[in-house]
Protein backbone atom coordinates (compact mmCIF):
# COMPACT_ATOMS: atom_id res chain seq x y z
CA UNK A 1 0.00 0.00 0.00
CA UNK A 2 2.97 2.53 0.63
CA UNK A 3 4.29 1.65 -2.52
CA UNK A 4 1.31 2.22 -4.26
CA UNK A 5 1.13 5.58 -2.53
CA UNK A 6 4.92 6.23 -3.43
CA UNK A 7 3.88 5.90 -6.80
CA UNK A 8 0.79 7.99 -6.98
CA UNK A 9 2.51 10.91 -5.60
CA UNK A 10 5.13 10.39 -7.65
CA UNK A 11 3.21 10.36 -10.79
CA UNK A 12 1.16 13.59 -9.44
CA UNK A 13 4.85 15.13 -9.00
CA UNK A 14 5.98 14.27 -13.07
CA UNK A 15 2.46 15.37 -13.93
CA UNK A 16 2.65 19.28 -11.88
CA UNK A 17 6.28 19.51 -13.03
CA UNK A 18 5.77 18.38 -16.68
CA UNK A 19 3.10 21.02 -17.43
CA UNK A 20 5.01 23.85 -15.38
CA UNK A 21 6.30 26.60 -17.66
CA UNK A 22 7.54 30.20 -16.72
CA UNK A 23 6.04 33.29 -18.12
CA UNK A 24 7.38 37.09 -18.36
CA UNK A 25 4.13 38.14 -17.51
CA UNK A 26 0.70 36.41 -17.88
CA UNK A 27 0.84 36.72 -21.61
CA UNK A 28 4.32 36.00 -22.57
CA UNK A 29 5.77 32.75 -22.21
CA UNK A 30 9.69 32.62 -21.19
CA UNK A 31 11.51 30.97 -23.60
CA UNK A 32 15.25 30.54 -22.70
CA UNK A 33 16.52 28.38 -25.53
CA UNK A 34 17.08 27.98 -29.18
CA UNK A 35 16.60 25.00 -30.94
CA UNK A 36 19.54 23.21 -32.79
CA UNK A 37 16.91 21.07 -34.68
CA UNK A 38 16.20 22.77 -38.33
CA UNK A 39 12.72 20.59 -38.09
CA UNK A 40 11.68 21.44 -34.71
CA UNK A 41 8.92 23.84 -35.27
CA UNK A 42 8.45 23.70 -39.46
CA UNK A 43 7.69 19.95 -39.48
CA UNK A 44 4.44 18.97 -38.71
CA UNK A 45 5.50 15.83 -37.10
CA UNK A 46 8.05 17.98 -35.00
CA UNK A 47 5.60 20.46 -33.50
CA UNK A 48 6.38 23.10 -30.45
CA UNK A 49 4.20 21.11 -27.78
CA UNK A 50 2.96 23.84 -25.31
CA UNK A 51 0.18 21.30 -23.75
CA UNK A 52 -3.11 21.81 -23.59
CA UNK A 53 -2.73 25.56 -20.87
CA UNK A 54 -5.33 28.62 -21.92
CA UNK A 55 -3.75 30.92 -24.63
CA UNK A 56 -0.49 28.71 -24.24
CA UNK A 57 -0.08 28.43 -27.89
CA UNK A 58 -0.51 33.03 -27.58
CA UNK A 59 1.80 33.12 -24.77
CA UNK A 60 4.34 31.41 -27.01
CA UNK A 61 4.11 33.72 -29.76
CA UNK A 62 4.30 36.74 -28.06
CA UNK A 63 7.57 35.22 -26.18
CA UNK A 64 9.54 34.64 -29.91
CA UNK A 65 11.55 37.32 -31.50
CA UNK A 66 12.38 37.75 -35.21
CA UNK A 67 15.40 39.43 -36.25
CA UNK A 68 14.99 43.30 -37.47
CA UNK A 69 10.97 43.03 -37.49
CA UNK A 70 9.80 44.87 -34.40
CA UNK A 71 6.70 43.17 -34.57
CA UNK A 72 5.04 39.83 -35.74
CA UNK A 73 1.70 38.85 -36.78
CA UNK A 74 -0.41 35.93 -37.42
CA UNK A 75 -1.46 35.83 -40.92
CA UNK A 76 -3.38 32.38 -41.22
CA UNK A 77 -4.19 29.87 -38.72
CA UNK A 78 -5.35 26.45 -38.62
CA UNK A 79 -6.47 24.07 -35.56
CA UNK A 80 -6.49 20.75 -36.03
CA UNK A 81 -4.54 20.96 -38.84
CA UNK A 82 -5.20 17.97 -41.22
CA UNK A 83 -7.03 16.15 -38.89
CA UNK A 84 -4.47 15.76 -35.94
CA UNK A 85 -5.93 16.98 -32.64
CA UNK A 86 -4.31 20.01 -31.47
CA UNK A 87 -2.04 20.59 -33.83
CA UNK A 88 -2.05 23.92 -35.14
CA UNK A 89 -0.22 25.61 -38.64
CA UNK A 90 0.56 29.11 -38.21
CA UNK A 91 1.65 31.09 -40.51
CA UNK A 92 3.75 34.40 -39.19
CA UNK A 93 4.02 37.45 -41.08
CA UNK A 94 6.88 40.29 -40.03
CA UNK A 95 6.10 43.89 -40.20
CA UNK A 96 8.47 45.50 -42.55
CA UNK A 97 9.20 42.27 -44.64
CA UNK A 98 7.52 40.08 -46.96
CA UNK A 99 8.52 37.46 -45.48
CA UNK A 100 6.86 34.57 -43.98
CA UNK A 101 7.54 31.59 -41.54
CA UNK A 102 5.26 28.18 -41.30
CA UNK A 103 5.36 26.25 -37.77
CA UNK A 104 3.44 23.79 -36.00
CA UNK A 105 2.50 24.44 -32.97
CA UNK A 106 0.57 21.14 -30.76
CA UNK A 107 -1.54 21.82 -27.51
CA UNK A 108 -2.29 18.06 -27.12
CA UNK A 109 1.44 17.57 -25.33
CA UNK A 110 3.79 19.43 -23.26
CA UNK A 111 7.51 19.65 -24.09
CA UNK A 112 9.61 22.59 -22.70
CA UNK A 113 9.12 24.50 -25.49
CA UNK A 114 12.40 26.24 -27.18
CA UNK A 115 12.33 29.36 -30.22
CA UNK A 116 13.05 27.61 -33.78
CA UNK A 117 16.04 28.33 -35.52
CA UNK A 118 16.13 31.19 -37.15
CA UNK A 119 14.44 32.87 -34.04
CA UNK A 120 15.25 34.33 -30.72
CA UNK A 121 13.36 34.81 -27.58
CA UNK A 122 12.12 38.00 -25.72
CA UNK A 123 13.69 38.64 -21.95
CA UNK A 124 12.68 40.82 -19.30
CA UNK A 125 14.74 43.80 -21.10
CA UNK A 126 11.85 43.32 -23.96
CA UNK A 127 9.13 43.57 -21.53
CA UNK A 128 7.66 46.97 -21.35
CA UNK A 129 8.64 49.17 -17.99
CA UNK A 130 5.28 49.89 -15.88
CA UNK A 131 4.67 52.17 -14.04
CA UNK A 132 2.69 51.57 -10.86
CA UNK A 133 1.36 54.63 -9.14
CA UNK A 134 2.76 53.93 -4.92
CA UNK A 135 0.65 52.26 -2.73
CA UNK A 136 1.56 54.90 0.07
CA UNK A 137 0.96 57.95 -1.78
CA UNK A 138 -2.52 57.00 -2.31
CA UNK A 139 -5.20 59.45 -0.43
CA UNK A 140 -6.27 57.25 3.15
CA UNK A 141 -9.71 57.71 3.89
CA UNK A 142 -11.16 56.01 7.45
CA UNK A 143 -14.48 54.76 7.35
CA UNK A 144 -17.20 56.01 10.07
CA UNK A 145 -18.63 52.63 10.45
CA UNK A 146 -17.91 49.30 10.68
CA UNK A 147 -20.21 47.84 7.64
CA UNK A 148 -19.82 49.36 4.13
CA UNK A 149 -22.15 49.90 1.15
CA UNK A 150 -21.42 49.83 -2.49
CA UNK A 151 -22.69 51.02 -5.35
CA UNK A 152 -23.93 48.56 -8.24
CA UNK A 153 -20.91 47.77 -10.61
CA UNK A 154 -19.59 44.15 -11.50
CA UNK A 155 -15.84 45.05 -11.89
CA UNK A 156 -16.67 46.48 -8.14
CA UNK A 157 -18.15 43.14 -6.93
CA UNK A 158 -14.89 41.06 -8.88
CA UNK A 159 -12.60 43.60 -7.02
CA UNK A 160 -14.12 43.11 -3.17
CA UNK A 161 -14.60 39.34 -3.94
CA UNK A 162 -17.84 40.44 -2.07
CA UNK A 163 -21.55 41.48 -2.89
CA UNK A 164 -21.84 44.78 -0.07
CA UNK A 165 -25.06 45.61 0.10
CA UNK A 166 -26.29 48.89 -1.49
CA UNK A 167 -27.49 52.02 -0.49
CA UNK A 168 -30.55 54.19 -0.90
CA UNK A 169 -28.82 57.23 -2.50
CA UNK A 170 -25.17 56.90 -3.89
CA UNK A 171 -22.70 59.09 -3.23
CA UNK A 172 -22.23 61.97 -5.22
CA UNK A 173 -19.88 65.25 -5.78
CA UNK A 174 -21.60 68.32 -4.17
CA UNK A 175 -20.22 70.97 -7.02
CA UNK A 176 -21.89 68.71 -9.56
CA UNK A 177 -19.93 67.07 -12.69
CA UNK A 178 -18.62 70.21 -14.67
CA UNK A 179 -16.85 70.46 -11.53
CA UNK A 180 -15.11 67.36 -12.00
CA UNK A 181 -15.12 67.65 -15.63
CA UNK A 182 -12.99 71.30 -15.46
CA UNK A 183 -10.23 69.25 -12.90
CA UNK A 184 -9.50 66.28 -15.38
CA UNK A 185 -9.95 68.33 -18.08
CA UNK A 186 -7.10 70.58 -16.59
CA UNK A 187 -5.00 67.31 -16.08
CA UNK A 188 -4.35 65.36 -19.08
CA UNK A 189 -2.10 62.09 -19.53
CA UNK A 190 0.79 63.40 -20.91
CA UNK A 191 2.34 59.70 -22.29
CA UNK A 192 2.99 60.64 -26.32
CA UNK A 193 1.50 56.87 -26.54
CA UNK A 194 -1.43 57.20 -24.17
CA UNK A 195 -2.09 60.36 -26.93
CA UNK A 196 -2.37 57.86 -29.46
CA UNK A 197 -5.03 55.79 -28.32
CA UNK A 198 -8.94 55.25 -27.18
CA UNK A 199 -9.61 53.35 -24.04
CA UNK A 200 -11.20 53.06 -21.09
CA UNK A 201 -10.16 53.26 -17.24
CA UNK A 202 -12.11 52.63 -13.89
CA UNK A 203 -11.25 53.73 -10.62
CA UNK A 204 -12.69 52.35 -7.38
CA UNK A 205 -12.47 54.14 -4.12
CA UNK A 206 -14.22 54.66 -0.95
CA UNK A 207 -16.37 58.12 0.30
CA UNK A 208 -17.04 58.01 4.16
CA UNK A 209 -19.99 59.12 5.96
CA UNK A 210 -18.38 62.85 6.17
CA UNK A 211 -18.22 62.81 2.55
CA UNK A 212 -14.37 62.22 2.09
CA UNK A 213 -13.24 60.36 -0.46
CA UNK A 214 -10.36 57.88 -0.59
CA UNK A 215 -8.57 54.48 -0.99
CA UNK A 216 -8.42 54.55 -4.59
CA UNK A 217 -7.62 51.75 -6.75
CA UNK A 218 -7.54 50.43 -10.17
CA UNK A 219 -10.50 47.86 -11.13
CA UNK A 220 -10.16 47.43 -14.78
CA UNK A 221 -7.73 44.80 -16.36
CA UNK A 222 -4.40 46.36 -18.31
CA UNK A 223 -1.48 44.78 -19.56
CA UNK A 224 1.97 46.91 -20.19
CA UNK A 225 1.40 49.95 -21.56
CA UNK A 226 -2.39 49.85 -20.36
CA UNK A 227 -1.43 49.08 -17.09
CA UNK A 228 0.78 52.39 -16.84
CA UNK A 229 -1.70 54.89 -18.28
CA UNK A 230 -4.08 53.53 -15.62
CA UNK A 231 -1.78 54.37 -13.12
CA UNK A 232 -1.31 57.58 -14.59
CA UNK A 233 -4.91 58.11 -14.25
CA UNK A 234 -4.72 56.94 -10.88
CA UNK A 235 -2.77 59.69 -10.06
CA UNK A 236 -5.06 62.04 -11.31
CA UNK A 237 -7.67 60.97 -9.59
CA UNK A 238 -5.65 60.76 -6.57
CA UNK A 239 -5.74 64.41 -6.63
CA UNK A 240 -9.10 65.09 -7.45
CA UNK A 241 -11.36 67.83 -5.21
CA UNK A 242 -12.33 66.69 -1.86
CA UNK A 243 -16.33 67.80 -1.01
CA UNK A 244 -18.34 64.69 -1.65
CA UNK A 245 -21.80 63.94 -0.39
CA UNK A 246 -22.16 60.89 1.38
CA UNK A 247 -24.53 58.11 0.83
CA UNK A 248 -27.38 57.50 2.34
CA UNK A 249 -29.25 54.09 3.85
CA UNK A 250 -32.42 54.77 5.80
CA UNK A 251 -32.11 58.58 5.72
CA UNK A 252 -28.62 58.24 7.62
CA UNK A 253 -24.91 58.96 6.13
CA UNK A 254 -23.09 55.72 5.43
CA UNK A 255 -19.49 54.79 4.07
CA UNK A 256 -19.99 53.58 0.13
CA UNK A 257 -17.44 52.25 -2.45
CA UNK A 258 -18.15 54.11 -5.72
CA UNK A 259 -16.59 53.63 -9.03
CA UNK A 260 -15.89 56.28 -11.60
CA UNK A 261 -15.29 55.17 -15.30
CA UNK A 262 -13.32 57.38 -17.62
CA UNK A 263 -12.92 57.54 -21.50
CA UNK A 264 -9.74 58.68 -22.35
CA UNK A 265 -9.11 59.78 -25.88
CA UNK A 266 -5.56 61.66 -27.22
CA UNK A 267 -4.45 61.62 -23.57
CA UNK A 268 -7.95 63.79 -22.08
CA UNK A 269 -10.14 62.38 -20.25
CA UNK A 270 -12.92 63.15 -22.10
CA UNK A 271 -15.69 61.25 -20.61
CA UNK A 272 -16.27 60.08 -17.21
CA UNK A 273 -19.45 58.52 -15.79
CA UNK A 274 -20.28 57.65 -11.62
CA UNK A 275 -23.43 56.30 -10.42
Known amino acids: MKIRSFLFVSLLLFAFNAFSQDYLDNRTMKITEVSTDKTYAYDLNNPVKVGPKEKATGSYLNGLKFPGAEKMHIADMQFNYKGTQGLQMIVLSFEGSKETKTIYVSTAEFETPKAPVGFGFKTSDDMPKIYRFPADSIAKVNPCNPSFYSVDNFLLKEKLA ?70 EVLAIVNKMPQGWAAAEKDGKAVDCYQVITFTVSEGKLTGFSYK
Do not use: W
Open 162 to 231: AELPKPDKAPSFKEGDDALKKFFRENPLTDEKAKQLLFRVAIAFAVNCEGKAGNYQIVTQGHGDMETFAN
